[in-house]
């Protein structure tokens, strides 16, 4: 009796884990159908376009003023349906698209990214990093190349998210938390990066497109979040390790599968090239500090002599552009995947294939980032946020944190992180400001909201792409397999992430070169 009593107990205890599981996969069920039923990105900002036209004039005949809290100027609203207003968005369609400041950042990064991806030299690093690790640090070096992949946008996600479970497998480790860690890396340390990546520059761009709602001689560049992305790599390669060796391993069992795996090392001829191409990037790394370092260096404030306010970093695309390109030259010309000016221009215009989209996207994105500004609208919601949040009390690390929790929660229903900084940042980012933080910080809350939830979320672009990764070890993974192995990584990530950010507030740190925690 008592053993049917213990099978009873067993058998009741299952069927409450499996009704808990159950619902919260019914829970992630529904924000899939309303993710999916949400329009694309760029209907989206076209119809936000319409909504500032019509809340424009709205606002303008309720009378609501505001005053600038910096100069004291009394901040009227602008409709958008007044006859200056008409005239204004007729005029200036063409001119919001091509003056929009990620636009031009982006093209040309990616062009110089492009010979770089092209010619192999994105590939075999990773690859070299991966493969060249000791036993003990291979869960840690799959994430620190997962980290390491925000170079190349998308290069992680096809490349290395595979790759790691090929790791894995050859060290008769599992191949889901291969998986687990590469993706944990790759999408979950979205906000943290060893050097500038591809979407640093755009982020920063709209981050200064809002914050001249404010401040319009205020510049921000794309190395704000510098010192707190480099820091937060650390942090993320230690925890996300621990997540995995202890907690999700132990989840998934040993594995059945076949022992061993065959998968391409780095060859003799790639290493080569990867050497060639690492004393390149010293040369232009040497040659740079030649122009910045000495009092008198070409590339300082020629009255000042500035590095902070200086040529360098005004044009600091121009020094991206550079360092991606010349390595990826001298590696595709030693390797052999460039052997004439036509393998270079293909390369580059490949890497130009992918931005259809995006180039529409940003379209609409310059349509709604300038009508909030001609509308004054995004200046009158900050000072008025900003009086809220006074208010009620709620600055300092709380608010940081609130914001870390809002921008999580809209990742789970938009993917795009440019898309939905888009959106945020004109609203945010001078709300903060006239609370007294620097875009800096308010930019790195929201990486970390933003990258939390990536591998969770099924409006993740890529998300199909690893399940599908995953089937190819046992068929009968499916999206809620990817959920609840990377469920701990989004929670763990949250806890440290924002207890990182707190500390650094607090510390009063700059989260890049010329960003302070707090408005001078």
Known sequence: MSGKKQTRKIFESKKKKDEKRS???RVLDSIEKVGNKLPHPASLFAIFVLIIILVSDLV????????HPGTGELIRPVSLLAPDGLR???????????????LGVVLVVLIAIGVAEGAGLISALLRHMVLAAPRRLVTAAVIAAGILSHLASSAGYVLLVPLGAMVFVAFKRHPMAGIAAAFCGVSGGFGANFFIGSIDPILAGLSESAAHLVDTEMHISPTVNMYFMFVSSFLL?????WITEKIVEPRLGPYEGEAAEDFENVTPGERKGLIWAGISVLAVLALFLLLVLPANGLLRDPVTGSVLHSPFMTGLVSFLFIFFLVPGLVYGLVVGTIRNDRDVIKHMTNSMKGLAGYIVLVFFAGQFVYCFKESNM????????????????????GLLVAFVVVSAFINLFMGSASAKWAIMAPIFVPMFMFVGYHPGITQAAFRIGDSITNIITPMMSYFALIVAFAQ????????GTIIATMLPYTLIFFISWSLLLAVWMLLGLPTGPGAPIFLQ
């Not at 303008?60 to 005053?67: E, G």
């Not at 190819?472 to 999206?479: A, C, N, Q, V």
């Open 60 to 67: 303008t005949r309720l009378q609501v003023t505001a005053v």
């Open 237 to 241: 390669i230690l925890v996300g390790s």
């Open 472 to 479: 190819k070890y046992d068929e009968r993974y499916g999206m």
């Open 378 to 397: 995004g200046v009158l919601l900050a000072i008025n946020g900003a009086e809220m949040l006074k208010s009620i009390g709620l600055t300092g690390v």
């Open 88 to 102: 204004w968005l007729y005029t200036s369609l063409v001119e919001n698209f091509v003056l929009f400041p990620p």
């Open 23 to 25: 619902a919260f996969l």
